[in-house]
């Protein structure tokens, strides 16, 4: 009889943690949410719907993670411009330096030749005390002249190349400003939806959010265990010894906090825990969910093995790992930690073996 794999469930964090480690997220990207955010203490326990709310609040924190993916990609952005703008900007300063030496040699060269020319060649052939010692000086001096030419030309190649490199690092300048608001955006857009759930949540009440706590995480295991307080992740094998190391890397990492833009060891977001994981196995991945999509070869969710990684949604702002058995590792949201669920809790945009 085969032997299965068996792990137990981690334990779920709660939604009424979500509001301190949303707070923290916020910290994390230099956007802590305002203190409007929260109730009033004593506030009535007499709470709206429950069911409308969570509902509300899954939405939002599926809104937040698509800024926080947007994020992660302005960021990865700003620092390839950095980089490009960096290197422009030191092939200018090499080729204006390259410049100025040519300029002098022409400068040299110039200064010679008008030293010479103030008479007639055949004048001073004539009055040459040393005719052929003059007739050797004028070989030099054609053969300078013909240097100079050669000198003038690549110096006319290398001004076209300067103001060319010029002009493409005021370009990468101006593209490198658009990234920085690209991304004080992001930021701004993760701040305003985590307040909103903030506020939402504490509407609740102590004892309505106590009950939707309880709920969350009965409906957590129910996805990742299909009811049982086992877990089974079957006997197929990862797809790679690489899939293998990347997939106990990540397994390594379950409880660890959901928080936007992290990429561990301490912290992830759902793109950040297969950025860090694949890390570990020699593998350096795109930072976002989107970029990773297109990292390797598709494969269908049927023939999904251990280490594949699962994108998730017609945008791709989610992504998890397989883990066998019809289950992923992945960070789910603001207040949920780093844990195992069903591939089937949702939709699954592709399938990318790396």
Not at 47 to 54: A, F, G, L
Not at 57 to 63: A, G, H, N, R
Not at 78 to 104: C, I, K, S
Not at 293 to 319: C, E, K, M, N, T
Request: charged content about 25%; hydrophobic content about 40%; aromatic content about 4%.
């Amino acid at each position: 009889m085969a032997m299965h794999r068996r792990h137990p469930l981690p334990g779920v964090h709660t939604l009424v943690r979500a509001l301190v480690l949303t707070a923290a997220a916020g910290t994390a990207l230099g956007v802590a949410a305002g203190g409007s955010a929260f109730a009033a203490p004593g506030a009535p326990d007499g709470p709206p719907d429950r069911t409308d709310v969570k509902a509300q609040v899954d939405q939002i924190y599926d809104e937040a993670e698509q800024a926080s993916e947007k994020y992660n990609a302005a960021l990865e952005h700003q620092r390839r411009l950095q980089g490009e703008t960096g290197a422009l900007q030191q092939q200018v300063a090499v080729g204006q330096d390259e410049l100025n030496r040519l300029h002098g040699e022409l400068a040299t060269v110039a200064g010679a030749q008008y030293r010479a020319g103030g008479i007639a060649p055949t004048a001073q052939l004539m009055l040459a005390s040393d005719p052929e010692g003059y007739l050797s000086r004028a070989r030099s001096l054609d053969q300078v002249a013909e240097r100079q030419s050669e000198t003038l030309r690549e110096v006319a190649e290398r001004q076209r190349r300067l103001d060319q490199r010029r002009s493409e690092a005021t370009a990468k300048l101006a593209e490198l400003e658009e990234a920085r608001h690209a991304l004080a955006d992001s930021k701004e857009q993760i701040q305003q939806r985590l307040t909103k759930a903030q506020r939402l949540l504490n509407s609740l009440g102590v004892t309505g959010r106590a009950r939707l706590a309880a709920q969350d995480a009965r409906d957590a295991e129910q996805r990742a265990t299909r009811g049982t307080d086992r877990l089974d992740l079957g006997t197929a094998p990862p797809a790679s010894d690489r899939a293998a190391a990347a997939l106990a890397a990540a397994v390594t990492r379950i409880g660890s906090p959901y928080v936007f833009g992290a990429s561990g060891p301490g912290a992830f977001d759902c793109s950040g825990l297969m950025y860090w994981s694949w890390r570990q196995a020699g593998v350096s991945l795109p930072r976002t969910s989107q970029g990773q999509a297109r990292a390797g070869q598709r494969v269908a969710l049927a023939d999904a093995r251990p280490g594949d990684l699962v994108i998730f949604y017609g945008d791709r702002h989610h992504v998890g790992m397989y883990a066998g058995g019809g289950v992923v590792v992945h960070a789910p949201y603001p207040g949920a930690r780093v844990r195992y669920e069903s591939v089937n809790a949702m939709p699954v945009t592709e399938v990318v073996r790396l």
